[in-house]
């Protein structure tokens, strides 16, 4: 595919939400809706920048704490804001705060009796254009959420994992100030940046990969790998910095190109088993590298991003960087039993994921990639 799209405007580095101001002034904003990941999400600098920049607009502010944000929860969400519509939604989280938001964003203007229209809507990708703008601001460093046009929604009642996909739903513009991410657990941080990884990686892989998002993949990768176990070792705020530029980089990478089977085999195992989705996603990467290898095109460049000499080293570096954290990468310590791996295979094909895996891959491979986790 020969064709790259991503028009997000983008600040980042210290002090870039000092521009926000502006930008909310050219959008006419008068009432805005913050939706921000916990109470004190903005009890920093980067925060006081951010209430500046709001100040004289109407500001009603929402904390969303819950990880894997549901689709009843998106509907409460609506019908408590489709009469106060807001003219800016910004969101301060990290990929669930983000996704409620982008949601959010997509739905209002929409009419919706109930979830179950909603839920039909989004199945048949039919939630129409977008009309409220949303600005996204990452406190995480892994989901490159604010440079996408899809959300991840989860439907707990279905037992599914629903994709709003709309290409007119891009975050109006994205500041990423690595000063919110800093108070994250270590353990967040490196599944966060491995999430990244992920992101970027299957985004090199995928079949509808293209020059420019090779380009955002490769760089995505080499920060990070360079960066994060110094970043484990020392806390400096450098390395938090370059978390968040990375984390954009393979958001701006798989923005066009989709992920492949990493995420798909994924959401089973956060769905079923409350693994988290960068430990869930990361876990699977080496056995995907083995799988996928022959199918790659330029590998040489691929292990110079990872820093590594064979695809095996990159698989044992993703697990060497999950061991650091103290996250362990078998099935088997998240409580998933063995017998229970050929029921998980079967749900693990989502459309639009698994075709874009650069190999074709049946439920018999899907369950010895499960086993071989385990």
Request: aromatic letters at 8%; one cysteine or more; a negative charge.
């Amino acid at each position: 595919m020969n064709f790259y799209y991503n028009p997000v405007r983008l600040h980042w580095g210290e002090q870039c939400l000092s521009e926000l101001k502006g930008e909310l002034e050219s959008l006419q904003a008068k009432k805005i809706l913050i939706i921000k990941w916990s109470d004190n999400a903005l009890d920093n600098q980067a925060g006081k920048k951010l209430y500046e920049a709001v100040g004289g607009c109407e500001v009603m502010e929402l904390t969303f704490e819950r990880s894997n944000p549901d689709i009843h929860e998106l509907f409460e969400l609506y019908e408590q804001h489709k009469t106060e519509r807001p003219d800016v939604i910004i969101a301060v989280g990290g990929g669930s705060v983000l996704d409620m938001a982008k949601s959010l964003a997509a739905i209002l203007d929409n009419q919706y009796s109930s979830v179950e229209e909603l839920r039909e809507a989004i199945q048949q990708k039919n939630t129409g254009k977008p009309e409220c703008p949303w600005i996204g601001i990452p406190t995480t460093a892994g989901t490159g959420s604010e440079v996408t046009c899809w959300a991840t929604v989860w439907d707990s009642e279905k037992d599914a994992k629903l994709s709003l996909e709309n290409k007119e739903n891009y975050a109006y513009s994205a500041y990423v100030d690595s000063e919110f991410t800093i108070s994250m657990p270590m353990n967040l941080v490196v599944s966060s940046a491995l999430d990244a990884v992920a992101h970027a990686t299957e985004s090199y892989w995928a079949k509808a990969h293209n020059m420019v998002s090779e380009i955002y993949a490769l760089k995505a990768i080499s920060m990070i790998m360079e960066n994060l176990e110094k970043l484990v070792e020392t806390k400096e705020k450098k390395y938090y910095l370059a978390m968040a530029e990375a984390s954009m980089l393979a958001g701006r990478a798989f923005s066009n190109t989709k992920t492949t089977a990493c995420h798909s085999i994924s959401y089973p195992l956060t769905l079923g088993y409350g693994i988290p989705h960068g430990v869930a996603v990361s876990m699977l990467l080496p056995s995907l590298l083995q799988i996928n290898w022959e199918k790659i095109g330029d590998t040489e460049a691929l292990l110079e991003a990872y820093g590594v000499k064979t695809s095996v080293e990159a698989g044992e570096k993703v697990e060497h960087l999950l061991d650091m954290a103290g996250i362990s990468h078998r099935l088997s310590d998240w409580k998933v039993k063995k017998e229970q791996l050929g029921t998980i295979a079967e749900h693990c094909f989502t459309k639009g994921r698994m075709e874009n895996n650069p190999v074709d891959l049946s439920k018999e491979d899907v369950e010895k990639i499960l086993e071989n986790i385990w």
